[in-house]
């Protein structure tokens, strides 16, 4: 069953990540690496928008980017691979990466793929990244776990693959060449606790608006010495040498 008040707040996590790291620039062409969030709620293809002039996103399933383009018209959406991307080399001043390499079953699929955004970034070009934190331990919980019991639970709706810490994240990058210039954890409000109180409470607008706020609030954690086991998700900016 979906929760749309958890979409809300996955959203908005990830558009205060961009206008954060990212909301001061202008870039010609920018590109989103899969299209899931635009498919079921808001995503932040609108919010690439508001820094690019010309937006691109493609995932692997055709269904997931036919409604994320009924959704975004104005965005460039289509059926691709990021392991094997269908796009020149140094097409983009920028990449978005939202949870997108966290799918795949072996480390080696996601150095694929992060080679794959350093080619067809241009030079200077600049990376946004977030992906599974290892080291929250609820993430690594979920991943000793066997995954039809969590599908059928409804916690996890889709195949969750392997990831990698923040440091091992940062080698891999600067293998890639790419220059890491911002690291944060990002979603520290807990995901089990508040996807079921947002599940009961989705009939209550106003009720789950004020628990949402509260979510965000707790991205104050952020700042914590904490931050490495609280957050679900790493968060990298980064720049293609």
């Keep these: 069953m979906g929760c749309q008040p958890w979409r809300d707040y996955c959203d908005a996590i990830h558009r205060l ?29 609108n919010a690439l928008e508001s820094i690019s002039d010309e ?12 409604s994320a383009g009924a959704r975004n018209p104005q965005s460039k959406t289509l059926v691709g691979d990021v392991r094997n991307m269908p796009y020149d080399d140094a097409s983009f001043g920028f990449v ?36 599974d934190n290892p080291r929250n331990p609820m993430v690594g919980l979920r991943n000793f776990l066997p995954q039809r019991p969590l599908e059928a639970s409804g916690l996890v709706p889709y195949f969750m693959g392997v ?15 790419f220059r890491v210039l911002k690291q944060r954890y990002l979603m520290h409000a807990p995901r089990v606790v508040f996807l079921h109180l947002l ?13 949402l706020q509260a979510m965000l609030a707790m991205e104050a954690a952020a700042g914590f010495p904490t931050a490495g086991i609280t957050g679900h998700f790493s968060a990298v900016l980064a720049a293609k040498e």
Excluded: Y
Aim: neutral net charge.
């Design 55 to 66: 937006v691109h996103g493609i995932d692997i399933s055709p269904k997931v980017v036919e």
């Design 17 to 45: 990540l961009l206008a954060r790291w990212a909301g001061g620039s202008r870039f010609r062409r920018s590109l989103k690496t899969d299209l899931f969030d635009e498919s079921v709620g808001n995503g932040c293809l």
């Design 96 to 131: 978005f990466s939202n949870s997108t390499i966290d799918h795949f079953a072996t480390r080696a699929e996601i150095e694929q793929s992060i080679g794959e955004m350093a080619r067809v970034l241009a030079n200077q070009g600049v990376l946004i990244l977030t992906l």
């Design 163 to 177: 990831t990698l810490p923040m440091r091992e994240l940062v080698a891999v990058l600067g293998g890639a060449g």
């Design 199 to 211: 599940r009961a409470l989705q009939k209550l607008p106003a009720v789950s608006g004020a628990v």
